[in-house]
């Protein structure tokens, strides 16, 4: 009798965890997920060790708001347009499986180019006002020599961009955006991987979106300490950074 009711107790477990699970599941593909950064190509708007949430929802869904993949429809459904500005998270091109986050720069028919520094889109230069910046840019482990800059996109949405002072991307090819794809960059400038490398990144499906980031809910400086370290976490933790929406 001891033993049905051990069995029963077990088996009302693993239910549980199950519902658990599948509630996690449907939560993480349709609602909301959480993400890390882990490089600093998004610098100055997104810091290594800022933990981010993003919408799933936003562009509709796909095979790639699920765990792995799965490759059961190559269609998107309550398919939503990005807008210039956005900052989205997609699996890379070249592996279908990686997560990469930048801002989407050109849609689909836009011509982008860089012309001695600066950002043209549709050949009429992106306006640009220097921004009063205290923390250094960096690129790994290397602070850059940078100007950073608040862009404002035709569409009106202003961001933050860095370029290094002694970059090697200050002039480009000019990319053609083809139909049913974006063109994302990094605002860290000159230390991005993104679509301008056309063989690694290159344009973006829009089968390949998985969401629009919307808020960092938490942040701790990998450069002063671990988050293991808790004796630490008030020199590490970023306190300003808790619950910043994200534009």
């Known amino acids: 009798m001891k033993k049905i ?3 029963n107790v077990v088996f009302e477990n693993i239910k549980t965890l199950i519902y658990a699970l599948i509630v996690a599941i449907i939560i993480r593909s349709l609602i909301i997920q959480p993400f ?3 490089s600093s190509s998004m610098e100055p708007s997104l810091l290594v060790g800022d933990r981010i949430f ?3 929802y936003t562009y509709g869904y796909s095979k790639h708001s699920f765990p792995f993949s799965p490759n059961f429809t190559d269609k998107r459904f309550f398919s939503k347009n990005p807008k210039q500005g956005d ?4 699996k890379t091109p070249a592996d279908n499986r990686t997560d990469y986050i930048k801002r989407l720069i050109g849609l689909p028919g836009d011509e982008i180019q860089f012309i001695g520094g600066e950002l043209f889109i549709n050949s009429v230069k992106v306006l ?3 921004a009063s910046i205290s923390e250094p840019i960096r690129c790994g482990n290397y602070v850059l020599n940078t100007k950073t800059f608040i862009e404002t996109l035709p569409n009106g949405v202003k961001h933050l961009a860095s370029y290094n002072l002694n970059g090697t991307l200050q002039n480009s090819k000019r990319y053609k955006v083809p139909s049913g794809h974006y063109f994302l960059m990094g605002d860290n400038r000159d230390c ?3 679509s301008r490398f056309l063989e690694d ?3 973006v499906k829009n089968l390949n979106l998985v969401g629009k980031a919307r808020i960092i809910f938490f942040s ?3 450069n002063k300490g671990s988050l293991l370290k808790l004796w630490n976490l008030h020199n590490s933790f970023r306190f300003n950074r808790t619950f910043k929406t994200l534009k």
């Open 5 to 7: 009711k051990f069995l």
């Open 36 to 38: 890390y950064i882990p």
């Open 54 to 56: 993003v919408s799933k």
């Open 87 to 90: 900052l989205v998270v997609f």
């Open 128 to 130: 640009r006002e220097t």
């Open 192 to 194: 991005s991987k993104d």
């Open 201 to 203: 990144v290159g344009y």
């Open 220 to 222: 701790n400086d990998t």
